[in-house]
């Protein structure tokens, strides 16, 4: 069975940092993408950042993070890491990840920016950006 956890959120003042884990299980980051999505009270979720498949994947950013955040998975631990650095109260909501599947390539696939393709989604971590 497919599983993904996030880890990592908190409260943090604004310009910290966190960094959020999302540890996967039944299933090789080979084949497939992650994404972190987040959803601010009130609002719809949001796509973040997603990095695909093959063992280094490709990356892609929201605008509102490019350059702040950063994407990374360690294939063999079965983990993906979003790094968030400059934080600002914009940034505040509940963060999850999620797994689409790309199957077997040799150059990596590119990752999705919408939900729909995304199957199976972790029970999200809560960051809080406030002074």
């Known amino acids: 069975q497919l599983q993904l956890v996030e880890s990592g959120g908190g409260l943090v003042q604004p310009g910290g940092s966190l960094r959020l884990s999302c540890q996967t299980a039944g299933f090789t980051l080979d084949y497939y993408g992650i994404a972190w999505f987040r959803q601010a009270p009130g609002k719809e979720r949001q796509w973040v950042s997603c990095?695909?498949?093959?063992?280094?994947?490709?990356?892609n950013y929201a605008d509102p993070v490019k350059g702040r955040f950063t994407i990374s998975k360690d294939n063999a631990k079965n983990m993906v890491y979003l790094d968030m650095n400059s934080l600002k109260p914009e940034d505040t909501g509940v963060y999850y990840c999620?797994?689409?599947?790309?199957?077997?390539?040799?150059?990596?696939?590119?990752?999705?920016?919408?939900?729909?393709?995304?199957?199976?989604w972790g029970q999200g971590t809560q960051v809080a950006v406030s002074s």
């Open positions: 990095i695909s498949n093959t063992h280094h994947g490709t990356t």
């Open positions: 999620a797994a689409e599947y790309l199957g077997f390539s040799i150059v990596p696939a590119v990752c999705s920016i919408f939900a729909g393709p995304y199957n199976y």
